[in-house]
């Protein structure tokens, strides 16, 4: 009986709060539940609320839970919002929208000095951080944050120090090194596209926990050194939604990070999994991580395969936009890492090998290189070249690049060079 009268109290007290306003104060809009934001007021579902699990005909947008519990149940809802809000906003959006330009405060070689071991304690603590997930469960997202922060700090210095740094690669810690990786890449695409400080943080840890559903997958399947059969890649296929379950459960999360992890194998022709949903219902930060995720699986060797090289890869993908990937996503993407990625591989027309240092933004095809194999690909003394400045070769012609090489060609450890690098 005592329940009853709670229950009737509380309905009571809910109706009186969600009396409707005047129609000169709000307005109700559709929204994809995609696009929902917690702090939203839902008025109605697009079906009736006895269909759902939804205590309440109507209520705000509080917790994660319920906001993913919106993104299971509907496809989309209406939203209450003042109409003043609502107005300024669509005024907002007839503006152009304010791109923060930033310009790099000290030289790569400088950064590369000052990064070069955080990136390696990064590494072991990415590892012992989706250790810890697998043998416990637990997630500590304060080390998380001091690991996108640290890279959001670098990148702000200098947008291709950690990006060389990427390239250095350990084929005993794919995974926990390709989310350092994502997450690299994912804020120096960030910057690129003019995100604030606070939203690089977001897609940093977006991409540092793209793929820790992984640590629900079999070892011995994530470490098969042969193609994986049909039966196999199904189960692969589920770590994003392992992922989405360990990230909702956890607190202080940042809540598109679950987003994220759920829907980075998404593709906008439907194509992807898990769901197979089209362009209009990936998040925007999904389809950032995509191109990126993609990106650093092609060029990385797996157990069971080899990887390419950067500019393939760039190729590759582009060759799939508007179909797999957002194509101007790719294009700004595309024009950040350059044709030739600081820390990868070149062949140039001499024949001679080197490692490029990095490039300039505005003509990508012009970096600067250290030459470290001779025509005969043995190793030389280090000569830095640089393309935009027209440096000759040994026979007085113009140095072009011949072709890009994977990652390890001839045997190379670019670690090996680093303090070459960083004299330079």
Not at 166 to 194: F, M, P, W
Not at 264 to 280: F, K, M, N, Q
Not at 339 to 347: D, F, N, Q, T, W
């Amino acid at each position: 009986m005592l329940w009853v009268i709670t229950k009737i109290i509380a309905e009571g007290l809910h109706q009186k709060l969600m009396a409707e306003p005047t129609s000169t104060e709000y307005i109700e809009l559709k929204r994809s539940v995609d696009l929902l934001e917690l702090g939203m007021f839902v008025s109605r579902l697009d079906r009736p609320w006895e269909e759902t699990d939804f205590v309440y005909q109507g209520f705000q947008i509080n917790t994660v839970d319920e906001l993913h519990a919106l993104k299971e149940q509907c496809q989309y809802v209406y939203v209450r919002a003042a109409r003043q809000k609502w107005q300024m906003e669509q005024d907002k959006q007839t503006a152009v929208p304010e791109k923060i330009s930033y310009i790099n405060k000290i030289p790569i070689n400088e950064e590369l000095n000052n990064i070069r071991s955080a990136y390696k304690d990064a590494c072991s603590q990415m590892g012992a951080i989706l250790d810890t997930i697998r043998l416990s469960g637990e997630l500590n997202i304060e080390k998380v944050n001091d690991i996108v922060d640290e890279c959001v700090d670098s990148i702000l210095r200098n947008d291709s120090a950690l990006v060389w740094l990427t390239q250095i690669r350990n084929k005993d810690s794919y995974t926990a090194e390709h989310s350092l990786r994502v997450c690299i890449y994912a804020i120096a695409l960030g910057r690129e596209l003019g995100f604030r400080e606070l939203e690089l943080q977001n897609i940093g840890t977006c991409g540092l926990l793209h793929d820790v559903g992984k640590v629900r997958i079999p070892k011995d399947l994530l470490l098969k050194q042969e193609n994986l059969n049909t039966e196999e890649i199904a189960i692969m296929q589920e770590h994003p939604v392992y992922g989405k379950k360990l990230l909702i459960s956890k607190s202080g999360v940042y809540p598109g990070a679950v987003d994220v992890a759920y829907c980075h194998h998404e593709r906008l022709d439907g194509s992807g999994y898990p769901r197979g949903i089209t362009a209009e219902r990936i998040p925007y930060y999904a389809k950032i991580i995509g191109i990126i995720d993609a990106y650093d699986s092609m060029i990385s060797d797996k157990p069971y395969s080899k990887g390419i090289t950067t500019l393939d890869a760039c190729r590759h993908i582009y060759q799939c936009k508007d179909t797999l990937f957002d194509k101007t996503i790719l294009g700004h993407f595309i024009h950040f890492i350059g044709i030739y990625a600081p820390g990868s591989l070149v062949e140039m027309n001499t024949g001679e090998v080197g490692i490029i240092i990095e490039t300039d933004n505005e003509n990508g095809i012009k970096p600067r290189i250290l030459l470290i194999l001779g025509s005969d690909k043995l190793a030389k003394n280090g000569r830095i070249i640089d393309l935009k400045k027209g440096d000759i070769t040994f026979t007085n012609t113009i140095y072009v690049i011949k072709k890009s090489l994977s990652n390890g060609a001839y045997g190379i450890n670019i670690e090996d060079y680093m303090d070459q690098v960083i004299a330079s």
